[in-house]
């Protein structure tokens, strides 16, 4: 006797979108709290601040980054979600916003996991080296990542914009 779980609703895949963008933020404010109580008791180290100058360095890099792996990824994802489509002659509208829903999901988290990864090294920047500094670049990146919320306007825009490009790409 098999037991099929029940699928999951595209409301439930944006809260659930929603809570890990919240969390991945959430990581980054929890540190970044945990080092100005912690770390920014003495004073700036002497010599040159290697690991501050190299974290904003990536954080600058990073930045570019999202902008690019992240939708090279989920565009081969939507290509390929579409062929299979196609071929499999499955044109159900709710399983197919499902599984772009998933592709945006993946999108977001790579992209974000991009942003909080330079956030965190610009944080071990502080508490090493105890520059000031490196708050710059944890405080853009946690400004995009707030601006990354996976909204139903965002989800829906992306998709539709997805869709526009692979039928111009796949035009008969």
């Known amino acids: 006797m098999s037991r099929e779980l029940p699928q999951i609703t595209l409301q439930q895949r944006q809260m659930m979108m929603t809570v890990i963008w919240l969390a991945l933020i959430m990581g980054v404010v929890t540190f970044g709290m945990i080092v100005t ?9 002497k010599g040159l601040p290697v690991i501050t100058y190299l974290g904003m360095g990536l954080a600058a890099l990073m930045l570019v980054l999202r902008m690019i792996i992240p939708n090279m990824i989920a565009r081969n994802q939507f290509t390929q979600a579409m062929q299979e489509a196609r ?3 499955n ?3 709710e399983q197919m916003l499902g599984t772009f829903y998933q592709i945006f999901m993946v ?9 909080e990864g330079a956030a965190m090294i ?11 500094l490196a708050f710059i670049p944890v405080s853009i990146l946690l400004l995009v990542m707030i601006a990354s919320m996976p909204t139903k306007s965002k989800l829906d825009g992306w998709i539709r914009n997805q869709m526009e490009n692979y039928n111009l790409e796949h035009q008969n």
């Open 107 to 115: 999108r977001m988290i790579i992209g974000l996991a991009l942003l």
């Open 122 to 132: 610009n944080l071990v920047a502080v508490m090493v080296e105890n520059q000031k």
């Open 87 to 89: 071929e499999e002659g």
């Open 37 to 45: 109580f912690i770390g920014l008791k003495e004073e700036p180290g």
């Open 91 to 93: 044109q159900d509208e």
